[in-house]
């Protein structure tokens, strides 16, 4: 087992008794940019001691508290139980199966908000093909501050965006003395690459990990994304790009400089640590507010409340659980 949390201390033990108490509201449940990025389990059994999940294995049985938790990603050999992931759905956690070098979505958790405010504007900035053409290059100009890519149209963009990566793996390789020969892998075949190859694939799936739990945790839809297109993760994809040169890429070269064995999981903790302490999640979660924020309707986003209107004529909106029928007023 590979956790990224300690083991549990003196006295500590593990029982199959979930707690019982009321849910929680978003407000008291740890906020997205307060949590971890990730935690990374295999080969263990998943499950709840009160309201921490509990890890083990052969070597042991470690707590880790769901609240603090963004992504969980089980690798091969995990089992998890109902209790767990109770847990983590109440906790609006992400799960997520992966393979052993590689990431793949299959689950995720509850959102931690309860208002429609940033999926709302994200989809009627999508909707636009001015406002989303103006998202994506606001997105290249959160990525490279120093250039202004107003006017470019999207060929441009990913002209200038395609250029910018190949500097940043050509001045890596360079700072860091690895041998860079291109980009090269083979989907589903982790083991064929060269091992920056490998690092710099790693470092990309645990991105759009971290991705995906923001995503999810504020309520925006992955599928409408502003850059990429056409799948299921585009919105995921767009938001770990922004990351890819100034964090991914380097530390990614940075594993591969010291060791060729074992490069995915090294660079998954070498990730982790950097993630952690440059708090990205926090500022992941500034970037999408800033991003859709001036698309967004006037509603409080913090609102713990679960609200639920009723649409209009003219964009109104009425109280729900409330019968508008007038005999004067239907017509049949």
């Given at each position: 087992?590979?956790?990224d949390?300690?083991?549990?201390g003196?006295?500590e033990v593990?029982?199959s008794?979930?707690?019982?108490?009321?849910?929680?509201?978003?407000?008291?449940?740890?906020?997205?940019?307060?949590r971890?990025?990730?935690?990374?389990?295999?080969?263990c059994?998943?499950?709840?001691?009160?309201?921490a999940?509990t890890?083990?294995?052969?070597?042991?049985?470690?707590?880790?508290?769901?609240?603090?938790i963004?992504?969980?990603?089980?690798?091969?050999?995990t089992?998890?139980?109902?209790?767990?992931?109770?847990?983590?759905g109440e906790c609006?956690a992400?799960?997520?199966?992966?393979?052993?070098?590689g990431?793949?979505?299959?689950?995720?958790?509850?959102?931690l908000t309860?208002?429609?405010?940033?999926?709302e504007?994200q989809?009627?900035?999508?909707?636009?093909?001015?406002?989303?053409?103006?998202v994506?290059?606001?997105?290249?100009?959160?990525?490279?501050?120093?250039?202004?890519?107003?006017g470019l149209?999207?060929?441009?963009?990913l002209g200038?965006?395609?250029?910018?990566?190949?500097?940043c793996?050509?001045?890596?390789a360079?700072r860091?003395?690895v041998?860079?020969?291109?980009?090269?892998?083979?989907?589903?075949?982790?083991?064929s690459?060269?091992?920056?190859?490998?690092?710099?694939?790693?470092?990309?799936?645990?991105?759009?990990?971290?991705?995906q739990?923001v995503?999810?945790?504020?309520?925006?839809?992955?599928?409408?994304g502003?850059v990429?297109?056409?799948h299921?993760?585009?919105?995921v994809?767009?938001?770990a790009?922004?990351?890819?040169?100034?964090?991914?890429i380097?530390?990614?070269?940075?594993?591969?400089?010291?060791?060729e064995?074992?490069?995915?999981p090294?660079?998954?903790?070498?990730?982790?640590?950097?993630?952690n302490?440059?708090?990205?999640?926090?500022?992941?979660?500034?970037?999408?507010?800033?991003?859709?924020g001036?698309?967004?309707?006037?509603?409080?986003?913090?609102d713990?409340?679960?609200?639920?209107?009723?649409?209009?004529?003219?964009?109104?909106?009425?109280?729900?659980?409330?019968?508008?029928?007038?005999?004067?007023t239907?017509?049949?």
């Amino acid at each position: 087992m590979r956790p990224d949390d300690p083991r549990p201390g003196p006295g500590e033990v593990l029982t199959s008794r979930p707690a019982a108490r009321p849910t929680s509201t978003p407000r008291q449940l740890a906020r997205i940019a307060d949590r971890l990025s990730f935690v990374y389990l295999e080969r263990c059994t998943i499950h709840r001691d009160a309201n921490a999940l509990t890890a083990e294995d052969t070597e042991g049985t470690r707590h880790i508290p769901s609240a603090t938790i963004g992504t969980l990603l089980l690798g091969p050999g995990t089992r998890v139980t109902h209790q767990a992931m109770a847990v983590l759905g109440e906790c609006g956690a992400n799960v997520v199966w992966v393979g052993e070098n590689g990431v793949r979505f299959y689950a995720t958790g509850n959102a931690l908000t309860r208002s429609s405010r940033l999926i709302e504007a994200q989809a009627a900035a999508w909707a636009n093909r001015r406002s989303r053409i103006a998202v994506a290059r606001e997105m290249y100009r959160l990525r490279f501050p120093d250039e202004d890519p107003s006017g470019l149209m999207r060929r441009e963009l990913l002209g200038c965006e395609g250029q910018r990566v190949r500097e940043c793996y050509a001045k890596e390789a360079t700072r860091t003395g690895v041998a860079w020969r291109g980009r090269r892998y083979t989907p589903g075949d982790f083991a064929s690459s060269d091992a920056p190859n490998q690092a710099v694939t790693a470092a990309a799936q645990c991105m759009y990990g971290v991705a995906q739990a923001v995503t999810a945790a504020l309520g925006c839809a992955p599928g409408l994304g502003f850059v990429h297109s056409g799948h299921i993760q585009s919105f995921v994809l767009d938001i770990a790009d922004l990351y890819k040169t100034e964090i991914a890429i380097p530390v990614a070269f940075e594993v591969a400089a010291e060791d060729e064995i074992d490069v995915g999981p090294r660079t998954r903790r070498a990730l982790r640590d950097v993630i952690n302490k440059r708090k990205l999640l926090d500022r992941c979660v500034t970037d999408i507010q800033s991003l859709l924020g001036p698309y967004a309707p006037e509603r409080s986003p913090d609102d713990e409340a679960d609200r639920v209107a009723l649409q209009s004529d003219g964009d109104a909106e009425l109280a729900a659980g409330v019968n508008y029928a007038d005999e004067a007023t239907v017509i049949w």
